[in-house]
């Protein structure tokens, strides 16, 4: 037994199959990847790492399973899952995901390799754990799965609390207690327990607030651009692969960012924190259906585009188009009047969250700061926006700051 002291859930004791998990190189790993990735730029307190997070979910897991009465067998595998939720991440977590997905087809809960080899196979062997049914779990699925991977999860549980705390911003802030007390089984599907619409609302707010100040920040988004163009020019070099990339930690990718000419201006820029600024910063009804549905080469050849017509180097457009807002904490379920409904036919703040996380949403054109007037301009042009009056609003709009706030 180890007994670990953690900034937010105070003590930890860390037992069985995840106490002998936790020594492993691929545990350890964690340690050296932050868990909200280019955010410290904004917010220079969320240093906290996947490492901590991980701990932070296997004891809300723990937590879970004695309210839930799991035992034995079936208890182990899933603490170990939640030990192991994210040994799949790439370093800045997932401010690479994409690329990394690109090269490789494998997102980061695919761990079922990583489970079945080296030292974590050698404990899961040791503890007559089967690496298949923990990746199942990792994954989300069946019934168990849920609990590390699902509308209600112990994940998202920690992670709130977690980034609340290390960003100071207070959004996040929810009861996991409550939430881990009330939830249980109906007909084999994780829900929250009678009279709890409330509860779950919380998770769907706290979420809804933390996105746009915390990980959609404009400033956040901008690095996190930035930092993904530079990882994928040593890999369009030849410098390393998808899979070399994919099992680096921060620190490894910021010495071969740095050793690289095709990616050094940029490392550069993100280490003195002199990021690129927005030149286009438009509203989802202002864009084309087919820019928001581009895929990736699409949108590399309209950044080309757009450099060609401002007459700056192709490397100093970079073109974020967000996916479409979706809202997946609205299929939480919960039981009212006995019956099992999905949060988002029973609460009228789903839609109203819905509308706003609709009017936050933003497409971003960055560049060098003194480049920014002729490439914006040339982005209305090449991606046919329909913008009426300046291209970047100084006003505040929704939970955005400002413009120069926080130097986005």
């Known amino acids: 037994m180890k007994i670990i002291k953690d900034s937010v ?17 691929s545990v350890q790993r964690l340690r050296r990847i932050a868990q909200l990735g280019t ?15 991980s701990l932070g979910v296997y004891h809300i897991a723990c937590e879970a399973l004695g309210h839930l009465g799991i035992e034995g067998k079936q208890a182990e595998r899933i603490k170990a899952a939640a030990l192991l939720h994210d040994v799949g ?5 997932h401010n690479l995901e994409d690329l990394i997905y690109r090269e490789t087809g494998r997102y980061h809960d695919d761990v079922d390799d990583l489970l079945a080899t080296g030292e974590i196979g050698e404990v899961l062997a040791e503890y007559d754990l089967d690496p298949e049914r923990i990746a199942s779990l990792v994954a989300g699925e069946g019934r168990f799965g849920q609990l590390v991977s699902g509308e209600l999860d112990v994940d998202r549980m920690d992670y709130l609390v977690r980034d609340a705390h290390h960003t100071g911003v207070p959004y996040g802030t929810i009861d996991h207690g409550r939430l881990v007390r009330e939830l249980t089984f ?10 709890n619409v409330q509860t779950a609302e919380s998770l769907l707010v706290a979420r809804a607030l933390m996105n746009p100040t915390v990980y959609s920040h ?10 993904r163009r530079a ?5 369009a070099d030849g410098t390393t692969d998808g899979e070399t990339l994919s099992r680096m930690d921060d620190h490894e990718l910021v010495v071969a960012l740095r050793s690289n000419d095709s990616s050094a201006s940029l490392a550069r820029r993100l ?3 002199r990021l690129y600024k927005r030149a286009v910063w438009a509203e989802i009804d202002d864009v084309p259906g087919g820019i928001i549905e581009a895929d990736h080469e699409s949108i590399r050849r309209f950044e080309r585009e757009i450099a060609d017509r401002a007459d700056v180097p192709a490397e100093h457009v970079i073109l974020d188009v967000p996916s479409r807002p979706s809202m997946t904490e609205s299929t939480s379920r919960v039981v009212v009047n006995g019956e099992v409904r999905q949060l988002g036919q029973q609460s ?18 960055y560049c060098p700061p003194d480049e920014r007037e002729r490439v914006g301009h040339a982005a209305l042009t090449v991606l046919g926006l329909d913008i009426d009056g300046p291209l970047i609003s100084d006003v505040r709009d929704g939970l955005y700051t400002t413009l120069d706030q926080f130097g986005g």
């Open 89 to 93: 991440h790439g370093p800045y977590s």
């Open 186 to 195: 109906v007909d084999g599907e994780l829900v929250l327990g009678e009279g």
């Open 348 to 365: 009228p703040l789903v839609d109203a969250l819905r509308s706003a996380q609709y009017a936050q949403w933003r497409l971003g054109v």
């Open 39 to 53: 955010v410290s730029l904004v917010y220079p307190s969320a240093n906290h790492t996947r490492f901590e997070h």
């Open 218 to 227: 404009s400033a956040a988004r901008i690095s996190k651009a930035m930092l």
């Open 9 to 25: 859930h105070d003590h930890i004791t860390v037992d069985g199959v995840a106490r002998a998990l936790l020594d492993t190189s």
């Open 271 to 273: 280490d003195d924190r």
């Open 231 to 235: 990882a994928a020019s040593i890999i």
